[in-house]
């Protein structure tokens, strides 16, 4: 499969109508948080309906996935590990209470006597200031997107005083670290509340496998990836065996989000790897 073949694929899917992934649609990330959070219990205010629910839990999802994206540079956790880490945040902290989330009072969660905002449960500091503070509140998307980008700041800041973040891939240890060090301001020493978290984060990583070489992409879980890529990527397996085969490393972009990529699954043997945009 050379790439002018795979350039051709993308176009016949193009003309036949495929569907190939717009990048003005949600992202892979942002897909799949929102099903992970959907799957999670949550305190209900007695006036949101269900689809008013589901709408603004796609909301959370996309500013979560989109607070990501600048800490993407390859120097510490991937979108996936840093995006799931704040919705278990979001969820320990708030159970998505929409009341929480719109700033309003509660009948029984005082927020740290009215001290802390959003989905984060914000506090005023050098990170956030009283000025961007006052405006995290609110269930429109300016909103939860600013609450998303705080608790992004603040996350990352506290994972790289707890020394869990530069060249490092996120585990439970690192995780338990950093959710003891954003309650309480920097102590990176868990306590019981934190290792339950951590495990809530871990089962949740467990569902989606995404350690990839490729910068910007992970590992297609085997339900999510298409006939027609798995196609392309039997084709593909059967080149590398000849010589003259492809080499270790080599990339085919195919139907749009997906990308093959040629590396070794174990000891002697070439294999293909199906990834997927994040």
């Not at 945040?89 to 802390?116: C, I, M, N, S």
């Not at 954003?182 to 339950?196: H, L, M, Q, T, V």
């Not at 989606?208 to 339900?223: F, I, L, Q, T």
């Amino acid at each position: 499969m050379s790439k002018r073949f795979v350039a051709l694929l993308v176009s016949l899917a193009l003309v036949l109508g495929v569907p190939v992934a717009s990048a003005d649609g949600p992202s892979g990330l942002e897909r799949w948080l929102y099903a992970t959070a959907s799957k999670l219990e949550h305190s209900a205010a007695p006036d949101e309906t269900r689809e008013g629910y589901q709408s603004r839990l796609g909301g959370m999802a996309a500013a979560l996935a989109r607070a990501t994206k600048p800490y993407a540079n390859g120097q510490g956790w991937t979108t996936t590990e840093l995006g799931l880490a704040m919705l278990t945040l979001w969820h320990a902290e708030t159970l998505f209470d929409q009341r929480v989330h719109a700033g309003v009072q509660h009948p029984k969660w005082t927020q740290d006597k009215g001290r802390a905002k959003c989905m984060g449960q914000i506090h005023v500091s050098l990170l956030v200031p009283q000025s961007e503070w006052e405006r995290l509140v609110g269930t429109d998307e300016g909103a939860t997107q600013m609450c998303a980008n705080a608790t992004a700041r603040i996350w990352v800041a506290q994972a790289r005083q707890c020394g869990v973040w530069y060249g490092q891939r996120a585990d439970r240890n690192k995780v338990a670290k950093v959710f003891a060090a954003y309650a309480s301001g920097g102590n990176c020493r868990p306590g019981e509340r934190d290792w339950a978290r951590a495990d809530k984060w871990m089962a949740g990583i467990a569902q989606r496998p995404d350690r990839s070489p490729v910068k910007g992409y992970r590992r297609a879980a085997p339900a999510e990836i298409p006939p027609n890529v798995k196609e392309d990527a039997r084709t593909l397996a059967t080149e590398l065996d000849p010589p003259g085969g492809h080499k270790v490393g080599a990339q085919f972009p195919v139907w749009g989000s997906f990308l093959l990529l040629v590396e070794k699954h174990a000891v002697g043997k070439v294999g293909v790897s199906v990834l997927v945009k994040e």
